[in-house]
Nanobody, 119 residues
Framework: QVQLVESGGGLVQAGGSLRLSCAASGSIFSINTMGWYRQVPGKQRELVTTITRGGGTNYADSVKGRFTISRDNAKNTVYLQMNSLKPEDTAVYYC?????????????WGQGTQVTVSS
């Protein structure tokens, strides 16, 4: 069993900052990719950012220069620092990790945390 516990969401004014955290626990040997996705009602879940075990990152164009992903491999935790927030960043943010069993990747998801940016 693998559990992901997210924290750090909330309500913030436009231009403000929030920091999300996601801690993974359970039967984990080594986490491959960690990342954050977001979803608004009526739309598909979309990629925000990912980070590999070696620290390589990938960002959606809409958040480049404003959001920063980081991870602590010793703590199996991934973070998302969100600066210069905009109302369009309002969404439920989901943590994602990928574990590889043999050659088979398996995705695990957090429960989601609401981020609301007021104008």
């Amino acid at each position: 069993q693998v559990q992901l516990v997210e924290s750090g969401g909330g309500l913030v004014q436009a231009g403000g900052s929030l920091r999300l955290s996601c801690a993974a626990s359970g039967s984990i040997f080594s986490i491959n990719t960690m990342g954050w996705y977001r979803q608004v009602p009526g739309k598909q879940r979309e990629l925000v950012t990912t980070i590999t075990r070696g620290g390589g990152t990938n960002y959606a164009d809409s958040v480049k220069g404003r959001f920063t992903i980081s991870r602590d491999n010793a703590k199996n935790t991934v973070y998302l620092q969100m600066n210069s927030l905009k109302p369009e960043d309002t969404a439920v943010y989901y943590c994602n990790i990928v574990l590889v069993y043999g050659s088979i990747p398996v995705d695990y998801w957090g429960q989601g945390t609401q981020v609301t940016v007021s104008s």
